[in-house]
């Protein structure tokens, strides 16, 4: 349940990034560059990977600190380039939002890699 949720959530995050980058040709505007990169690579690439490995890893899936690294993921890969969007858009009052989602992209990262470590990689024949 959590791997195809992270992946079903990376790729709506996909075509949100892609419609921003194809908004910013169309407008030749490209002021959201930052937050459609982040869009793509924090949303779409990290979710997707994430899930992935729990759908190879199950075992890891259904620990609580998972569905914890989940949330992590998913709320910092809306929230931060939300942050970026706004301070490019309106101002640096914004920096704090921005902020707080790069701290929540950085826990689900530091919760990944503790499961990570955790629970390996055991289809691979030699451990990782
Ligand atoms: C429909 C597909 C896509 C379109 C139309 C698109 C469009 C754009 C545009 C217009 C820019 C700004 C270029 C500039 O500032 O001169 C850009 C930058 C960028 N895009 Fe995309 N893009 C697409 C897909 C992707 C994907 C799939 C990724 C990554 C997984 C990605 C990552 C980036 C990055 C890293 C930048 C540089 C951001 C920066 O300079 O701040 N793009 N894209």
Do not use: C
Request: no cysteine; proline share 5%; glycine share 10%.
């Amino acid at each position: 349940m959590l791997a195809s949720n992270l992946i079903r959530i990376g790729v709506v995050i996909a075509l949100v990034g892609l419609a921003a980058g194809i908004g910013m040709g169309i407008a030749d505007d490209f002021r959201l560059a930052p937050a459609h990169a982040h869009l793509n690579l924090v949303g779409f690439v990290t979710l997707f990977l994430a899930g992935l490995y729990y759908a190879v890893v199950p075992e890891a899936a259904e620990t609580t600190l998972a569905k914890i690294q989940g949330v992590a993921a998913v709320a910092g890969a809306v929230l931060f380039p939300t942050g970026i969007s706004l301070v490019v858009m309106i101002g640096p009052q914004f920096v704090p939002v921005a902020i707080a989602g790069a701290l929540i992209v950085f826990l689900g990262m530091a919760l990944l890699a503790w499961i990570v470590f955790r629970f390996g990689v055991p289809l691979l024949k030699r451990p990782v």
